[in-house]
């Protein structure tokens, strides 16, 4: 089959084109913007790119099209698919039918982790012989690769609440059917799609409503919000994250290393460099889920000492000059609250200068601004980029004082964090974009200071 992607060059959509290649379909795509690295991994497997929107793309003539949530009515390839009546599905949808649904799904949802915790489940697996498919929004260090398609029965998908397609409203996990589910936090976010935190409580409430009854869910256990999704009603087996009665963790110790527990009973020690209590909790999820699809505790454990992280999360890009600076995909408070106290739990009473693009849809529209200072309390200094937002930033920083400063200029933000390091600092730079290149500019110019 012949199938044409529309939003391609998305981590959900690319990841959908490299598994379908490898099913053995002929694979092409567009997308607004083509470029490496996504265009680069595409090509790499015989995938042909357009750039654009061009209604002429039909002229191709697939068997199928498939349309990533980037694209809206009023598209002029969209607006010609319809006009034709040409046959179109959303990427959930195709993925399920295709792929997932006569495979064990392991899907791991939640506001934050999702990508770490996908990719901890993924290598606990793979450690343990049974080789997964999975597709993840992020590539995992040990993989090198987001998205593989195996022929064994186990596949991990980062379940993501976002809505399908335009023409699809439900959250694209509602197609996935999993039969392990990790639910591990919710709080309120993509403020372009949902009104309130109880909008995305339902959602999660249609996902565990697909849980078989021999399934299980792993969820946090120390959220209301949660709770209040399982007390609408829950079919499946329950295993609770973060508490005595259930999974938990102890305080680290030096190195990163803490015991895991199942209710109670010491299970095992964890020795890695991770950071943050936010990881000990993924690492509980993961072990959970492997635990399900059959990989005992100790053997999860182990695995997990040689687990290398995700890239982009707490990523070191370079040191220069003695002053280290780091790749984040932190861009909710909640995950740069999280972010921040791992780092500054390695770091000692080292200073940290937090570097911040609010990018996402959520923190375009300044719903979140009022939690923004108190998430950065623990860097010494705070820079934030202000293009591309219509809300106040520095109003927001303000409860900061002057250890905050905002920039609309990339190059000018640049100059005043060169301007203020020093040795034995850290430069966490959080985005969930690629922040006009500033990692790599920063670096430069740091070297040339």
């Known amino acids: 089959m012949h199938i044409h992607i529309l939003g391609i060059c998305g981590t959900f959509m690319g990841g959908i084109a490299v598994i379908a290649k490898h099913a053995g379909h002929e694979v092409t795509g567009c997308d607004a913007n083509v470029y490496p690295p996504m265009s680069t991994q595409l090509e790499s497997q015989g995938i042909r790119l357009t750039e654009g929107w061009d209604p002429r793309q039909v002229e191709l003539e697939p068997d199928l099209f498939v349309i990533g949530n980037v694209v809206s009515r009023g598209n002029p390839l969209v607006e010609e698919i319809l006009e034709r009546n ?145 007390e609408r009603g829950c079919w499946t087996p329950v295993e609770r994250l973060g508490v005595d009665e259930g999974w938990s963790a102890s305080d680290p110790a030096a190195g990163g290393e803490f015991e895991v527990r199942l209710r109670g009973v010491p299970q095992g020690t964890v020795r890695w460099e991770l950071l943050g209590e936010h990881n000990r909790l993924n690492a509980l999820a993961a072990l959970a889920a492997a635990r399900h699809a059959g990989v005992p505790v100790t053997q999860g454990i182990e695995a997990l000492g040689r687990f290398k992280n995700v890239k982009r999360r707490m990523e070191v890009r370079g040191v220069v000059k003695d002053v280290t600076v780091y790749d984040d995909f932190a861009h909710h408070p909640t995950a740069i609250h999280l972010t921040l106290a791992g780092l500054r739990a390695q770091v ?49 920083l303000a409860p900061l004082g002057a250890k905050a400063a905002c920039y609309d200029d990339i190059n000018a933000l640049v100059d005043a964090i060169v301007a203020a390091s020093g040795p034995g600092d850290h430069v966490l730079v959080m985005s969930n974009g690629g922040f006009g290149g500033l990692h790599a500019k920063l670096l430069q110019a740091l070297a040339g200071a």
Not at 170 to 179: A, G, I
Not at 182 to 203: C, G, R, S
């Open 86 to 230: 040409l046959s179109y599905i959303s990427g959930p949808q195709w993925l399920y039918e295709q792929v997932l649904h006569d495979r064990w799904v392991l899907a791991v949802a939640g506001t934050h982790g999702k990508t770490t915790t996908s990719a901890m489940l993924a290598w606990v697996l793979e450690d343990a012989g049974l080789a997964p498919g999975f597709l993840i929004g992020g590539v995992p260090e040990n993989f090198g690769v987001s998205a593989r398609l195996t022929e064994t029965p186990f596949f991990v998908i980062e379940a993501d609440e976002y809505d399908t397609a335009f023409f699809d409203k439900r959250s694209k996990f509602v197609h996935y059917h999993p039969r392990t589910a990790v639910l591990n936090n919710l709080e309120y976010d993509h403020a372009d799609i949902f009104p309130d935190l109880a909008a995305i409580e339902t959602q999660f409430h249609h996902l565990v409503r697909t849980i078989a009854r021999n399934g299980l869910i792993a969820a946090n256990g120390r959220e209301q919000s949660m709770q209040r999704v399982l």
């Open 348 to 396: 000692g009473k080292a200073r940290i200068l937090a570097v911040l693009e609010p990018r996402s849809a959520t923190m375009k529209l300044g719903v979140m601004k009022d939690s923004l200072a108190p998430s950065l309390a623990d860097a010494q200094l705070v820079f934030c980029y202000t293009g591309g937002i219509g809300w106040d930033a520095q109003g927001a």
